[in-house]
């Protein structure tokens, strides 16, 4: 939102706060392709990508999300040092783009297993959790990290109000990039470690085999014994009555003459001539 402050509105009202529908287009899209072509594709060769892999790639998604902003950074600079002027905010377009392919590996799969790897009556708790670690962690470690790199949010002056070309064309949001670059490259390479993926696989399968032993079995249901009617109780049904039980007995006897109704009627034997 800083770098987008400073940039061009495209058409004039297109702003950075309204890039993020790009982020909603991009997790649809890439949601569809990697549900209906990606895991298919790998099902077929009995390839399972494993959690920690899935972690990766939507880390590494990250990475290059980061990577094109610090580009986007130098470009603002090189702009301005040439003709003084903004560069377009669409530039921006692809970062959020990036970032919304990740997040079909991330938080989808972050999703998957807080689910999937919970006891059943602890399955709403944990998606509860899941959602706080997403969500309320990485906010709170953002602001912290924003506050010890406060310094290069501001302009020569001191001022903290980098709106202005000018004034961000002093400050150096470009090392907070590298910053966060490194946390994702490290995000990468954690779950890219064999010892970490096997652990995290362990992990699912222990908690997969609790969760089936703790699900109790369904015990089928008995069925009723039908007591044989006699004879004295046939004689008192009517006459298309005993042909419907002869139906159920024997299945012959009623037809369904019209589709467009639930009514079933006899069939009669055509007269003889």
């Known amino acids: 939102m800083v770098?987008?402050?400073v940039m061009r509105p495209y058409l004039g009202f297109i702003e950075a706060p309204n890039l993020n529908i790009l982020d909603c287009v991009s997790v649809l899209i890439s949601g569809y392709v990697?549900?209906?072509y990606l895991y298919p594709y790998l099902a077929e060769r009995n390839i399972r990508l494993p959690t920690g892999i899935k972690f990766a790639v939507g880390c590494a998604f990250g990475s290059f999300a980061i990577l094109w902003s610090l580009l986007v950074e130098h470009m603002i600079h090189a702009e301005y040092a040439r003709s003084g002027?903004?560069?377009?905010?669409?530039?921006?377009?692809?970062?959020?783009i990036l970032i919304g392919a990740g997040e079909i590996f991330s938080i989808s799969t972050a999703y998957e297993v807080a689910f999937t790897a919970s006891p059943p009556n602890k399955k709403a708790f944990a998606c509860a959790f899941n959602l706080f670690c997403i969500g309320g962690i990485p906010n709170m470690l953002s602001l912290c990290l924003y506050r010890l790199c406060e310094t290069w949010f501001q302009n020569s002056n001191g001022s903290g109000n980098i709106r202005m070309i000018e004034d961000y064309a002093e400050a150096h949001v470009a090392k907070y990039f590298l910053v966060l670059l490194g946390i994702v490259l490290l995000?990468?390479?954690v779950n890219l470690i064999p010892t970490i993926t096997s652990w995290v696989t362990s992990v699912e399968r222990k908690?997969?085999?609790?969760?089936?032993?703790?699900?109790?079995k369904l015990t089928p249901k008995s069925s009723p014994r039908k007591k044989p009617q006699s004879k004295e109780t046939d004689a008192l049904l009517s006459s298309p009555a005993r042909r419907h039980k002869k139906y159920l007995a024997e299945a012959k006897g009623p037809s369904i003459y019209r589709a467009n109704t639930m009514k079933a009627e006899f069939a009669k034997k055509p007269r003889k001539k």
Do not use: F, K, L, N
Request: overall charge negative.
């Open 3 to 5: 770098q987008g402050a």
């Open 34 to 36: 990697v549900s209906t």
């Open 85 to 96: 002027d903004r560069i377009s905010v669409m530039w921006q377009a692809p970062s959020y």
């Open 187 to 189: 995000g990468v390479t």
């Open 207 to 216: 908690a997969a085999e609790a969760s089936m032993a703790s699900t109790p």
